[in-house]
């Protein structure tokens, strides 16, 4: 199978941190967004909302969205637990992390690193400061005397939630203040599969 990304992304690299976790063979195909090049002909017929990352799989089909990637991925393996009302809570915070999390500490870095430093950026960006702030404290509050974000073993909520609390200071987000959420990151960076997101498959 193939992941077209970009190896900044943080919604890509939740799919590559999935596919560590599983021990899987893959091709990376880099897609510089940054130029134009998931606004294509040829990669709108593999996705045709025109982002990344996209996971095509051996017989030419195609899967969008990271979130919708993961669960597809580890579907059936220990990163998705069994029971109804878990697997409920790890969608509830991978939504959470799609609606409350990413438009406003992923963007805010996103922002940071890859526009020029206007005025409206800078407007744009203490827009998002609240709204990304209080993703962090509901964080900070979730993980109070828990280890991972549900039934205390790693889901895929961990890994989505992770892709882009673990760069939040490139967004302006300071985690001095989150005890919790920084040894929530450091539990799930010590995992002997851990890769960081500059690393990619050999």
Same mark, same amino acid.
């Given at each position: 199978?193939?992941?077209?990304?970009?190896? #900044?992304?943080?919604?890509?690299?939740?799919? !590559?941190?999935?596919?560590?976790?599983?021990? =899987?063979?893959?091709?990376?195909?880099?897609?510089?967004?940054?130029?134009?090049?998931?606004? @294509?002909?040829?990669? &709108?017929?593999?996705?045709?909302?025109?982002? $990344?990352?996209?996971?095509?799989?051996?017989?030419?089909? @195609?899967? =969008?969205?990271?979130?919708? $990637? &993961? #669960?597809?991925?580890?579907?059936? @393996?220990?990163?998705?637990? %069994?029971?109804?009302?878990?697997?409920?809570?790890?969608?509830?915070?991978?939504?959470?992390?799609?609606?409350?999390?990413?438009?406003? $500490?992923?963007?805010?870095?996103?922002?940071?690193?890859?526009?020029?430093?206007?005025?409206?950026?800078?407007?744009?960006?203490? !827009?998002?400061?609240?709204?990304?702030?209080?993703?962090?404290?509901?964080?900070?509050?979730?993980?109070?005397?828990?280890?991972?974000?549900?039934?205390?073993?790693? @889901? $895929? =909520? %961990?890994?989505?939630?992770? =892709?882009?609390?673990?760069?939040?200071?490139?967004?302006?987000?300071? &985690?001095?203040?989150?005890?919790?959420?920084?040894?929530? &990151?450091? !539990?799930?960076? %010590?995992?002997?599969?851990?890769?960081?997101?500059?690393?990619?498959?050999?």
């Amino acid at each position: 199978m193939k992941l077209y990304d970009a190896t #900044f992304s943080g919604n890509g690299y939740k799919v !590559r941190l999935a596919l560590a976790h599983l021990a =899987a063979d893959y091709e990376l195909v880099e897609v510089d967004i940054l130029a134009g090049g998931s606004r @294509t002909p040829r990669f &709108l017929e593999k996705n045709p909302n025109g982002r $990344i990352p996209v996971l095509e799989l051996d017989d030419g089909s @195609t899967l =969008a969205e990271s979130n919708a $990637i &993961l #669960f597809y991925l580890c579907e059936g @393996t220990e990163l998705v637990p %069994d029971e109804r009302f878990a697997r409920a809570q790890v969608l509830q915070w991978m939504f959470f992390e799609q609606y409350s999390h990413e438009p406003y $500490i992923a963007t805010s870095r996103f922002l940071r690193q890859h526009r020029e430093q206007t005025q409206e950026v800078a407007d744009d960006l203490a !827009r998002r400061r609240a709204p990304g702030l209080a993703a962090l404290e509901v964080m900070e509050r979730h993980l109070s005397g828990r280890t991972y974000f549900v039934g205390e073993r790693l @889901t $895929i =909520a %961990d890994l989505a939630l992770y =892709a882009y609390t673990h760069v939040a200071p490139e967004g302006g987000f300071d &985690l001095d203040g989150y005890p919790n959420v920084l040894r929530w &990151l450091e !539990r799930v960076a %010590d995992r002997p599969v851990h890769v960081t997101m500059d690393q990619v498959p050999s």
